[in-house]
């Protein structure tokens, strides 16, 4: 009987993303694929140290022994050829990992693979790769490069935290801060705070979260998710409105109203944040595992580039 990943939250990790090869990257930015190639292949037996999205995948596979069934699935999606992966695969056995499976595209687009294996989340430090993911209607997000004050051996609570508009709701709201101001946006969703916000890219991953929550016993789920939005009253009343209709549950929701998200993130322990603006992504990455969600391409927005709040 084949196997099916269906009933399982599936997230796609870059190598990238989960090991730190900031200077393997290096070395294919300045001295070409040959150089990187030949690199890898004489390192092969060296251990990589952990990246941005180590924690969270350790944690995630944390899941599978304490519910003692398969809730989660992570795979490697990377662009690195066969010929230079055996450091991953070595790496990955290293630290105990239970990742078997990989899409080793050889430098084509990873985009193309996330629908045959039903990807939930694609993590990556790869920007084209997670465009064409968020194109595609897939939540992706540009992760950060690690800091070493990260908690990597955190493993008791898995912790992790969402902005709002253009993550986890669509940016209608955003785009009318962004063209008419403030004042508008307040307004705006004044007039609508009974109605519902659409969804944006991380919606159904909030969904798949929280029903990962309904299967572990009340008092003992192992997983905590938080919102992290600079939005105020009365602004807040649409999105807890939003969220009630959408039949989730958030552990913890932070309006801010402009203030910085970085010490509030630290505090939550989260292990890992998305954002839609570098402002605050980069930010948060100082103290956090973090990811920027990128707009989707659309050409109404005559290409817009990251704003400021609301976020």
Known sequence: MP??????????ISSRALFDLGKENEIFEKD?????RAYQIDHEDDVLLPGSGFSLVKAL?????????????VLILSRNGAETSLRIFHSIEHYGLDITRAVLSGGESIANYLEAFGVDLFLSADE????SAIDAGFAAGIIYPH??????????EIRIAFD??????????ERIYQQQGLEAFVEYERANAKKPLPKGPFANLLKTLSKLQESFPSGKVPIKTALVTARNAPAQERVIRTLRAWNVRIDE?????GIPKKNVLEKFGAHIYFDDQDVHASKASEVVPSARVPYKTRTDMGGKENGNEPA
């Open 253 to 257: 929701a932070f309006f801010l109203g």
């Open 128 to 131: 084209e790769d997670v465009q």
């Open 3 to 12: 196997v099916t990943l269906e009933n399982c939250l599936v997230v796609g």
């Open 32 to 36: 070409g694929l040959d150089a990187y």
């Open 61 to 73: 596979l944390h899941l599978n022994e304490l519910s003692n069934s398969h809730l989660v699935e």
């Open 147 to 156: 800091a070493e004050q990260y908690p990597f051996d955190q493993l008791k």
């Open 164 to 173: 709002g508009d253009a993550v986890l709701f669509s940016d209608e709201s």
